[in-house]
């Protein structure tokens, strides 16, 4: 199995004009490894937040180059495993997150992380592993990595897991993925503006699905499926997540808009993904069983 290092190449923006640092057959399944989202810069309790290079925050391994993935198409990522190194941290300080207004100074702890726990004090928080920064080049100029977007990015959102797949637009010739940002655990809503940030590696298989068009990403797993969005405000995440699924639902089913409506409302769930970013993050969760009865295949 190819293995992709961080040392081989990582960015700080998604952005078309990037070089990409490996050309990859659709349908291969490749191992890339990560910093945390501070670089690593943060490895004890005596670093000083303050004197980090803030330049280096969030930085991404790669971007890669699928083959075959061109614009209108969409990018399939099967996420196979995630390993975690044996510590993670996590921070806190003025203007930053919901509680910004109310701290004076930077702080930050470092948590070891042992038999699938992560040690908090006298606390064992269980080890909830996921991607925080994960997607594809945009359409238009570049995005920060701390940003997400209707190509991912900085999405923040916990579904993002082992045995999770999830699809992308394809904005650029050869899709241009790249992640980072792994967590060990993360609540909904990301609410200090840090899970328990933490390296490792990530596992995925890479694929292209033609014929298919998506305007924000959309996750499946073993029970459901979800369309995520990110906007200026939570309500228009949340809103745009929901009318995004409820009209691809309509489209691919026998019932009108109106009907497919009063189910999701009775069976769908709006959630919140992250609300500290540049952008804000819902999601809308469709139970497959639902689908099933409605004989309503999301690719096909």
């Not at 359409?139 to 920060?144: C, D, F, R, T």
């Not at 797993?221 to 995520?228: L, P, V, Y």
Request: net charge negative; glycine share 10%.
């Amino acid at each position: 199995m190819t293995t992709i290092g961080y040392n081989e190449g990582i960015i700080y923006e998604f952005n078309k004009v990037h070089e990409p640092i490996r050309t990859i057959p659709a349908g291969s399944t490749v191992t890339i490894q990560t910093y945390d989202c501070f670089q690593n810069q943060i490895q004890s309790a005596d670093t000083e937040v303050t004197a980090i290079d803030w330049n280096k925050i969030n930085p991404a391994t790669g971007p890669l180059y699928v083959e075959g993935a061109m614009p209108g198409d969409v990018l399939k990522v099967k996420i196979e495993r995630i390993d975690i190194g044996d510590q993670g941290v996590m921070v806190v300080g003025p203007e930053l997150g919901v509680m910004g207004h109310a701290l004076s100074k930077m702080e930050s702890k470092i948590l070891p992380i042992k038999d699938d726990l992560v040690l908090f004090n006298d606390l064992q928080i269980p080890v909830n592993k996921m991607i925080g920064v994960i997607g594809v080049a945009p359409e238009g100029e570049g995005v920060n990595c701390g940003t997400p977007g209707a190509h991912g990015g900085n999405m923040d959102n916990k579904m993002v897991t082992e045995g999770a797949t999830l699809y992308f637009p394809v904005f650029a010739e050869g899709a241009l993925f790249a992640l980072g940002d792994l967590h060990a655990a993360m609540g909904d809503g990301e609410v200090s503006v840090s899970g328990v940030e933490v390296a490792g590696e990530v596992t995925v298989t890479l694929d292209v699905i033609k014929g298919v068009s998506l305007r924000h990403p959309m996750l499946e797993n073993e029970k459901a499926f979800t369309q995520i969005v990110s906007a200026l405000t939570l309500d228009e995440a949340a809103k745009t997540a929901a009318v995004e699924m409820i009209e691809r639902i309509a489209e691919k089913s026998s019932l009108p808009v109106s009907e497919v409506t009063m189910l999701m409302s009775a069976v769908g769930q709006s959630e919140i993904c992250q609300i500290v970013d540049p952008l804000m993050t819902a999601r809308f969760v469709v139970p497959k069983w639902v689908l099933s009865q409605l004989d309503v295949s999301i690719f096909e």
